[in-house]
């Protein structure tokens, strides 16, 4: 893991639920983790009561800011593993988290732990996810670098997973062999879904004399938090519509600046509320908006997808019509796609949501999907996969 348990990260859920599956299969479990700024070594009661262990390994604190500075980073985590690695070179399996320099993490794996069958989890395709945010171009040296490493993993690991068919369409498109990838959503914290959400703690938040659209989470370069804004000058007119973005990240003041510039009086701009609050959150929204930038679902898609499906809440994607996912949702959930950079689209499928002109079938498509105890599972099963 290039995260770890004492630090606030959107995969420890997923993580701690496939790691509970491969110790209830009697299988011997050690974790890996990240250590930020040498904080106590944490593992969930929950794994240590079924026999897992732990080495943490001393990292600083990324700056997010910094593309090169977090890769280096994560460089030096992985070759400061190598003594552990040395120490469990008999494993018969090694699971990888989803890393930017899974090349050199595949690389240290295969040297100083020869027999075991390698699965990398692919949650973002690194760097054509920096290309499509504009932080690289795609014939720059620096990209061609980055991606070879990339490509390293994908041919020398063994089994691959990832998130959505439009990643792996992507990686097939990189050069990755199809027979190797599997497509498994991510979950929630949960397999029931979310009902009669108590949500006193988010009252003060929401008002039911308004038509709540609501963004929550990260404001970067990825996530295209704009079209939100962009909509809201479209209908700040209308007084029964109201706006929230909630969270925080690089974009957030040029937002809040936009919307003062734009006379935008029916949007509010929260903090980032505690990861428990998510479910009370979505649940109060009338309808939840899930942005990306312009492609970036095809290396891409949002860790609170599964939370807002079972919330059972209207979603709009606004992550492009082209998407295969996108496609599969609308279909099956009825879900609203509208394109990235379309703002009017948006304000359309705020109004259809609004009138009632959709079916409210987020809660079939998670249950069919996204439990956390089937998608653990199978994730636990291809780990130990035989290498035909």
């Not at 809040?256 to 701009?269: D, H, L, M, Q, V």
Request: some cysteine; charged content about 20%; hydrophobic content about 40%.
């Amino acid at each position: 893991m290039n995260t770890g348990f004492g630090s606030h990260s959107t995969s420890g859920h997923l993580l701690s639920a496939m790691i509970k599956q491969l110790a209830l299969k009697e299988n011997k479990v050690h974790v890996i983790q990240s250590n930020q700024n040498r904080n106590p070594v944490i593992l969930p009661q929950k794994l240590i009561d079924l026999g897992v262990t732990t080495d943490g390994i001393s990292t600083e604190t990324p700056n997010k800011n910094n593309l090169l500075g977090r890769y280096f980073g994560a460089v030096k985590f992985y070759w400061n593993c190598r003594h552990v690695l040395k120490e469990h070179r008999d494993a018969d399996a090694v699971f990888l988290q989803s890393t930017n320099v899974a090349g050199i993490a595949v690389w240290l794996v295969r040297k100083y732990i020869k027999k075991a069958i390698v699965t990398f989890n692919v949650q973002d395709v690194f760097p054509y996810n920096a290309v499509f945010s504009g932080k690289l171009k795609k014939n720059s040296l620096v990209f061609k670098v980055l991606a070879a490493v990339q490509r390293y993993a994908y041919k020398h690991a063994d089994h691959i997973i990832t998130i959505s068919e439009d990643m792996k369409e992507t990686l097939v498109a990189d050069g990755t062999d199809a027979s190797k990838i599997e497509v498994i959503y991510n979950w929630s914290y949960q397999d029931e879904l979310y009902e009669n959400v108590d949500l006193t703690s988010v009252s003060h938040m929401f008002s039911k004399d308004f038509f709540n659209v609501v963004y929550a989470g990260n404001i970067g370069v990825m996530q295209n938090v704009d079209i939100l804004i962009e909509a809201a000058k479209l209908m700040k007119g209308e007084n029964k519509i109201w706006f929230h973005i909630i969270g925080i990240g690089v974009h957030k003041e040029k937002l809040e600046a936009r919307a003062k510039e734009y006379g935008i009086t029916n949007i509010s701009f929260w903090p980032m509320q505690p990861p428990e609050l998510a479910p009370a959150i979505y649940s109060a929204a009338d309808v939840n908006v899930i942005p990306l930038v312009k492609d970036v679902y095809r290396t891409a898609l949002p860790s609170k997808t599964a939370t807002c499906l079972a919330c059972q809440k209207p979603i709009i994607f606004a992550i492009g019509k082209g998407s295969r996912f996108g496609q599969k949702i609308a279909k099956e959930a009825e879900c609203q796609i509208v394109e990235a950079d379309d703002p009017e689209e948006l304000v359309e499928a705020i109004r259809k949501v609004q009138s009632g002109g959709t079916a409210n079938k987020e809660g079939e498509f998670f249950l069919n999907y996204c439990g956390i105890t089937e998608n653990s599972r199978k994730y636990a099963e291809i780990i130990g996969k035989i290498v035909k």
